[in-house]
């Protein structure tokens, strides 16, 4: 799961992902950790708010979107 990698590079915190998320600092490390299952309804969430494909979210995929356009990022 790439959720760190992603927040991390966007400046934000745990804390203030777990705000937009409505969720507690502790869940949002413990995805990160990979001791807890994300929902796939959370899952989209933070694919939305990252603009980022789920697949490339969970490390299935090596794509990002950028403006609209699907570029390779590895």
Request: proline share 0%; hydrophobic share 40%; net charge positive.
């Amino acid at each position: 799961m790439r959720i760190e990698e992603i927040r991390k590079n966007k400046g934000l915190k745990q804390k203030d992902l777990a705000n937009i998320l409505n969720l507690s600092r502790s869940t949002i490390s413990s995805y990160e950790k990979g001791s807890r299952m994300v929902s796939i309804d959370t899952l989209v969430k933070i694919s939305i708010i990252f603009n980022v494909d789920i697949n490339y979210l969970i490390g299935t995929e090596c794509i990002s979107k950028r403006n609209g356009m699907i570029v390779n990022i590895s």
